[in-house]
């Protein structure tokens, strides 16, 4: 597994000296994605592994704790404590009380369907943005650029300026654009992007109660972060993004109450 990275990095530094002048140097990059590939799938499959060997020990633990609890009647408390571990047990012993509660899996959970229960109430808050820009009407640029019109201006703008944003390893994209009247207009991109973009250059920019929403260019557009349907997006995906989250979280309360049936590990919650 490590060797295939080891080694895909040894071919891909063969290709990358070699350059794509030769004709050895674009086939030892495509060796070298081969075998980061086969790599990768390697490590996630080992891992997978792991957990499920992980997993099925535990419930072999917590299926004798259960038999031998349900002899002498102790099942429903043995399983209360196991829950009670599993959700709230607290291993943060240099925090606060209430800290070690936020920082429990069960403490987790609540944020985390707190966040989900926010984006759901920004989705349907979206709802009348959406439908008004689905309703709204071609007018000039005058009209288009007052907050209070509903109604969308397309034409002609020339691009000032392309800006690229970092942070936390994603890159984000804004175009500056100066509109027929002169004034200068930001265009959020987000993680996309016009990469042709230069100054200079004119694209098609489609206003809305005086914010750019589209900018179409270069045998493509782009809807920006000023645009209901792009926002609409971008929520769904926070909201899949937290979901998967929620999932592998309640995975590991899952294996932390059969781990605790089993009476690997048991703290009380109180």
């Known amino acids: 597994m490590w060797w295939g990275f080891l080694g895909g990095i040894a071919i891909g530094a063969v290709g990358f000296l070699l350059g794509p ?37 535990a419930r072999q633990r917590a299926d004798d704790a259960l038999r031998l609890a349900e002899r002498i009647g102790e099942v429903p408390s043995l399983r209360r404590g196991a829950w009670s571990y599993a959700l709230w047990s607290r291993s943060y012993e240099r925090y606060g009380r209430r800290i070690r509660g936020l920082l429990s899996p069960g403490g987790l959970l609540v944020l985390l369907f707190l966040a989900l229960g926010g984006l759901t109430v920004r989705q349907l808050a979206l709802n009348p ?8 009407q071609s007018c000039g640029y005058e009209a288009a650029i007052t907050p209070n019109e509903n109604c969308k201006w397309t034409g002609r703008s020339t691009v000032v ?3 690229e944003h ?3 390893r994603l890159s ?21 992007d016009l990469p042709d973009a230069k100054p200079g250059d004119v694209v098609d920019a489609q ?19 000023a645009n209901p349907n792009q926002q609409r997006i971008n929520t769904w995906e926070w909201m899949g993004a937290l979901i998967v989250v929620i999932l592998l979280a309640l995975g590991v309360v899952f294996y932390r109450y059969r781990q605790a049936l089993g009476g690997a590990i048991y703290e009380s919650a109180a």
Do not use: C, N
Not at 207 to 225: A, K, L, N, P
């Open 21 to 57: 002048t030769s004709d050895f140097g674009p086939l030892f990059l495509l060796l070298a994605m081969a075998m980061w590939t086969v790599a990768l799938f390697a490590m996630v499959a080992f891992y997978i592994g792991e957990a499920w060997i992980a997993f099925r020990s």
């Open 129 to 136: 943005a959406i439908e008004q820009f689905a309703r709204a």
């Open 161 to 163: 300026e392309r800006v």
């Open 166 to 168: 970092f942070a936390l």
């Open 172 to 192: 984000t994209h804004t175009l500056v654009l100066r509109l027929p009247d002169g004034t200068k207009k930001s265009a959020e991109l987000g993680l996309q």
């Open 207 to 225: 206003i809305w109660r005086g914010q750019v929403t589209e900018v179409d260019g270069y045998g493509s557009y782009v809807w920006t972060g």
